[in-house]
T-cell receptor, first 114, second 109 residues
Framework: DAMVIQNPRYQVTQFGKPVTLSCSQT?????MYWYQQKSSQAPKLLFH???????NEADTPDNFQSRRPNTSFCFLDIRSPGLGDAAMYLC?????????????FGPGTRLTVL | GQNIDQPTEMTATEGAIVQINCTYQ??????LFWYQQHAGEAPTFLSY??LDGLEEKGRFSSFLSRSKGYSYLLLKELQMKDSASYLC??????????WGAGTKLIIKP
């Protein structure tokens, strides 16, 4: 089945230790998104790629970086995780590049920072 | 500022009907999404409305009134598996998706 896959599902890191979360998709969608969602809060868009074009949200901290080496894969790098970065990180994809297009989400990676 | 308001939590009984309301204030409007999110899982798409009126999809229906900045999600014949959070999200004029914090729906037998 075509899907959005995120690994790992649960990630534990230490304060200040870089961590990378990965997302892959078999939908062949050209847009990929990274969201941060804290408990009982709305998902917060961090950035998205339209094909290889990177679009950073204005309030996304510099501590968060992203890479998209090809259509199928996208990575979220947190350079120096702080306690406030503990959250669920959701990857989503859509096809066509219009925000009216439905976004399909992966299962998420829950990040714990010790 | 841009804002989405929806109730934090609702409780309903199995087999009943529940309506989850959402009001939005955005700079421009290009449609409204409803997503379902079970605890610890990713949101899954339920509906997209851009025109006024009711759209029905099985047990779930979604309504939009653009003039009132208002939408609701109607769930019929509630099942225990419908216990989840329901997220409302509106697209503004720049096609930015503005998310609500979600309504946690608790279904009781």
């Amino acid at each position: 089945d075509a899907m959005v896959i995120q690994n790992p599902r649960y990630q534990v890191t230490q304060f200040g230790k870089p961590v990378t979360l990965s997302c892959s998709q078999t939908l062949n969608h050209n847009v990929m998104y990274w969201y941060q969602q804290k408990s009982s809060q709305a998902p917060k868009l961090l950035f998205h790629y339209y094909d290889k074009d990177f679009n950073n949200e204005a309030d996304t901290p510099d501590n968060f970086q992203s890479r998209r080496p090809n259509t199928s894969f996208c990575f979220l790098d947190i350079r120096s995780p702080g306690l406030g970065d503990a959250a669920m990180y959701l990857c989503a994809t859509s096809n066509g590049g219009q925000m009216t297009d439905t976004q399909y989400f992966g299962p998420g990676t829950r990040l714990t920072v010790l | 500022g841009q804002n989405i308001d929806q109730p934090t939590e609702m409780t309903a009984t199995e087999g009943a009907i529940v309506q989850i309301n959402c009001t939005y204030q955005t700079s421009g409007f290009n449609g409204l999404f409803w997503y379902q999110q079970h605890a610890g899982e990713a949101p899954t798409f339920l509906s997209y409305n851009v025109l006024d009126g009711l759209e029905e999809k099985g047990r779930f229906s979604s309504f939009l009134s653009r003039s009132k900045g208002y939408s609701y999600l109607l769930l019929k014949e509630l099942q225990m598996k419908d216990s989840a959070s329901y997220l409302c999200a509106a697209l503004d004029s720049n096609y930015q998706l503005i998310w609500g914090a979600g309504t946690k729906l608790i279904i009781k037998p």
